[in-house]
């Protein structure tokens, strides 16, 4: 079982960035495939990215692709998102997320949860 730590959220003004990091812990980090996912208020939790376990395929919504990027490194147990050009539609809490097996863009294929962290986007 893994647990998953995120950090790296805040508040930006639009057109700003922010870089979100998930450190995991209590198993193989490459056993995983990973990905983020974001809830805005009254929303449900939607995809944003994910990433295989050793880098080769990455998957993003339309809406972020040209301005997110999904990273990992697996020497440190660590996932990342680099968030550029934000806009106050991005604001939402992070998740990242881990399942065995490969990268998918749904939610429920996903078994362990982080508690998430909050990105606030000012216009």
């Known amino acids: 079982q893994v647990q998953l730590v995120e950090s790296g959220g805040g508040l930006v003004q639009a057109g700003g960035s922010l870089r979100l990091s998930c450190a995991a812990s209590?198993?193989?980090?490459?056993?995983?495939?990973m990905g983020w996912f974001r809830q805005a208020p009254g929303k449900e939790r939607d995809f944003v990215a994910s990433?295989?376990?050793?880098?080769?395929?990455?998957y993003y919504i339309d809406s972020v692709k040209g301005r997110f990027t999904i990273s990992r490194d697996n020497a440190k147990n660590t996932l990342y998102l680099q968030m550029n050009d934000l806009k106050p539609g991005d604001t939402a809490v992070y998740y990242c997320?881990?399942?065995?097996?490969?990268?998918?863009?749904?939610?429920?294929?996903?078994?362990?949860w982080g508690q998430g962290t909050q990105v606030t986007i000012s216009s």
């Open positions: 209590g198993s193989t980090f490459s056993d995983y495939a």
């Open positions: 990433l295989s376990r050793f880098s080769s395929r990455t």
């Open positions: 997320a881990a399942r065995s097996g490969s990268a998918t863009t749904h939610r429920n294929e996903y078994d362990y």
